[in-house]
């Protein structure tokens, strides 16, 4: 699966995929093959709607665990001294505002934020606060200008 992609992730994003890794790995793949057991127990698997709607279940988990794994593997854990620079790195928290005025927090990140490949994480990367930047995006192309950076 792996597309040799290094992916930077602070510590405290590594050790969040790490967890959820732990949890599928764990208690919620005993879950799937449990469902399975049961569903099998009740007769003919050919019509038995259960059954496969647990197999389904299992195979959307292992699914996420491969991810997980390949996410895991290709990490490289990013130092959080150059987020403190004032330099927008994977981890910075960034307030940027609009040529409309509307104010927007973002935090860069592959784990639940923007990640640094996207259009908005491409403009800010590198970028420091009182920068205004032009963000490419499908829809068209806005400018926004870097208000703080944590």
Known sequence: MSNDKV??????????LEAELAELEGPRRAEAVEAIARARSFGDLS?????????????????RITILRDRLDRSVVVDQADTQSGTIAVGSRVKIEDDGGEQMDVEISSVGGVSPDSPVGRALMGRKRGDEVEIEAPRGAWRARILSVD
């Not at 930077?8 to 590594?14: D, F």
């Not at 019509?47 to 988990?61: I, R, V």
């Open 7 to 16: 992916e930077h992730l602070t510590a405290a994003q590594k050790a969040q």
């Open 47 to 63: 019509e038995n709607f259960e059954y496969h709607a647990a197999k389904n279940e299992q195979g959307l988990l292992e699914r």
